[in-house]
């Protein structure tokens, strides 16, 4: 059973354009939700994160965005670039504050992003 | 400043030998977790310590599956009478504190034959 869902395995767009990678959950016990960006052979890397306190969370190119009554968020990149040509992980936690130490990973999805 | 390294970074095995994976935290980190990736999965949750301790070790799927970190720094993870569906990508996080950001290593592929 999945707690963390991401329905899409891969998404294709073009430099300069936007890519919005989707998240869904069940556990209605989450309350914190992070993003990470893994390359071929490398471990998952930090993105960006939001608490449940919150529905939109901005780092340059980077937002996420959290609709709690959908159990829903989106990670938005604006513009895309070939370097962001990566698998994305959706995780969450279930306590606020920070990163809780158990997080429940979706499936990821693979971006590319074409010149 | 040095990140979180594994070690090896491959090993091949033979079912029912004994293995152990390497963790090495970014230094000052008291937190330190384990995870499994299965090929088209992601990762899951194994183990996690604060300090030397095991605070939670709920994701081991079995006694064969065992983790130390003897002087809260380095980690071992030891796998006895592997099996063929032990073969995964073995993660291991650190963070400055529970609750904080974890950071993670290269991962460990083991492919038990």
């Known amino acids: 059973d999945q707690q963390v869902k991401q329905n899409s395995p891969s998404l294709s767009v073009q430099e300069g354009r936007i890519s919005i990678l989707n998240c869904d959950y069940t556990?209605?016990?989450?309350?914190?939700f992070l993003w990470y960006k893994k390359y071929p052979a490398e471990g998952p890397t930090f993105l960006i994160s939001i608490s449940s306190i919150k529905d939109k969370n901005e780092d340059g190119r980077f937002t996420v965005f959290l609709n709690k009554s959908a159990k829903h968020l989106s990670l938005h990149i604006v513009p895309s670039q070939p370097g962001d040509s990566a698998v994305y992980f959706c995780?969450?936690?279930?306590?606020?504050?920070?990163?809780?130490?158990?997080?429940?990973f979706g499936k990821g999805t693979l971006l590319t992003v074409n010149p | 400043g040095a990140g979180v390294s594994q070690t090896p970074s491959n090993k091949v095995t033979e079912k029912g030998k004994y293995v152990e994976l390497r963790c090495d935290p970014i230094?000052?980190?008291?937190?330190l977790y384990w995870y499994r990736q299965s090929l088209g999965q992601g990762p899951e949750f194994l183990i996690y310590?604060?300090?030397?301790?095991?605070?939670?070790d709920s994701g081991l799927p079995n006694d064969r599956f065992f983790a130390v970190r003897p002087e809260g720094s380095v980690s071992t993870l030891k796998i006895q009478r592997t099996e063929r569906g032990d073969s995964a990508v073995y993660l291991c996080a650190s963070s400055l504190r529970q609750y904080e950001t974890q950071y993670f290593g290269p991962g460990t592929r083991l492919l038990v034959l």
């Open positions: 995780a969450a936690s279930g306590h606020s504050g920070g990163s809780n130490y158990k997080l429940t």
């Open positions: 310590f604060q300090g030397t301790g095991a605070a939670d």
């Open positions: 230094s000052g980190h008291t937190a």
């Open positions: 556990n209605s016990m989450f309350d914190y």
